[in-house]
């Protein structure tokens, strides 16, 4: 019964070695030295031949090897896992991507100044209205006291899509609009939009532009309400230092008719290049609304008064931004948007 003593021994020298195997290659030489082929726990095989009880030896030798092999195997696995784990925390591999760009968006300065022309008239107790671009020459003429044969037509001649029907060639038809739907109440409101003209593509000129329109009528209207607001209006949107200069003009729809300039922000005034010598700029056109006109929308014009004025955008944001040239609106080139963007901001 020596054998079953070898075993015992065979097998705590080898769970011993096992256990002090630190590695993967240690543990794997204990394999070796008693598991291979010619291992020493293997080789014990060949003294069956010596032995009686050969299914005891049998039964003694496949105990001794499963215990250990299934000691290695634990202690295997233990080590495959921490050496897995090892690798991974040293190929830790970013996978996020960096961040995109983000590009801010900015208000074109079209209409950033629509919106400021807005907010100024709002402050004053104004609403905003809105018209149609395509206008009936009723309401784009008619009742603005340009009838078919006024010479005024030849100024704002427009495109057409039939015999009554055209693009507005200013935004003063709703004027006529909203007289007609108040029928004899005050009326206080701006309506900005689009208006066309046929006209040459230059630098100060487009066969497409904006305006707005601006009416208010009430009892006791007069002409220093229309010179205050305006001042008003000039001073927030280009600073307190500017100054209006009313001059007489003629428009069929005002009566009396005027031209408002405002003193020239580049020069203070005295006389520079911008203003062509003069120290203004002619920035709108105005006047107390035509009694015609209110009897024409059905307000009585012994009891009403009214004061209208009409004001190109892109002129005033031409003026406040110092640019050049009307075109560069409709162009749509990045390169103007973002130096715009700058320069509002400086
Ligand atoms: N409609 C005129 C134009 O396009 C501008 C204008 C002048 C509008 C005087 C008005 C006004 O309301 O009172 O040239």
């Known amino acids: 019964m020596d054998y079953i003593k070898e075993f015992e021994e065979l097998l705590s020298n080898s769970t011993k070695e096992a256990n002090e195997a630190s590695t993967l290659e240690e543990l794997a030489n204990v394999r070796i030295k ?15 031949r010596e032995v009686e009880d050969k299914k005891a030896f049998g039964e003694a030798f496949k105990n001794c090897k499963d215990s250990l092999e299934a000691i290695l195997n634990s202690k295997q696995e233990v080590f495959q ?36 022309i807005e907010d100024i008239f709002i402050g004053m107790g104004y609403t905003i209205e809105d018209g149609p671009e395509v206008e009936k020459d009723h ?12 010479p005024a037509r030849d100024m704002q001649d427009s495109f057409y899509i039939d015999e ?17 739907k108040n029928q004899n109440k005050p009326v206080k409101i701006i309506c900005p939009g689009k208006v066309f003209r046929r006209d040459d593509d230059d630098m100060t000129h487009s066969h497409q532009f904006a305006q707005v329109e601006g009416l208010v009528i009430d009892k006791n209207i007069n002409m220093g309400n229309l010179k205050a607001t305006l001042e008003l209006f000039v001073k927030k949107m280009f ?22 300039d405002i003193s020239c922000m580049n020069c203070n005034g005295k006389g520079c290049s911008m203003c062509k010598g003069t120290g203004w700029i002619e920035i709108l056109g105005a006047g107390m609304v035509n009694p015609k006109v209110l009897e024409m929308s059905g307000y009585d014009s012994n009891v ?3 004061f209208a004025f009409g004001i190109g955008i892109e002129r005033v944001a031409m003026l406040r931004y110092g640019i050049d040239d009307i075109r560069r609106f409709y162009q749509n080139d990045i390169r103007f948007l973002n130096s715009f963007v700058k320069k509002v901001e400086d």
């Open 139 to 150: 309401y784009n003429f008619e009742l603005l006291n340009i009838p078919s044969d006024h």
């Open 34 to 48: 008693y598991l291979s082929k010619k291992g020493l726990i293997s080789v014990m095989i060949n003294k069956i």
């Open 304 to 306: 009403y008064s009214g």
């Open 164 to 180: 009554t029907t055209l693009l507005r060639t200013h935004t003063s038809p709703v004027q006529a609009r909203v007289m007609e």
């Open 81 to 116: 896992k921490a050496k897995i784990n090892e690798e991974l925390l040293k190929e830790k591999i970013d996978i996020t991507l960096n961040g995109r760009d983000f590009h801010e968006g900015n208000i074109n300065p079209f209409f950033k100044i629509i919106r400021e």
């Open 239 to 260: 600073g307190e230092k500017r100054e209006i200069r009313l001059r007489s003009s003629y428009f069929p729809f005002t009566e009396p008719s005027v031209e408002v």
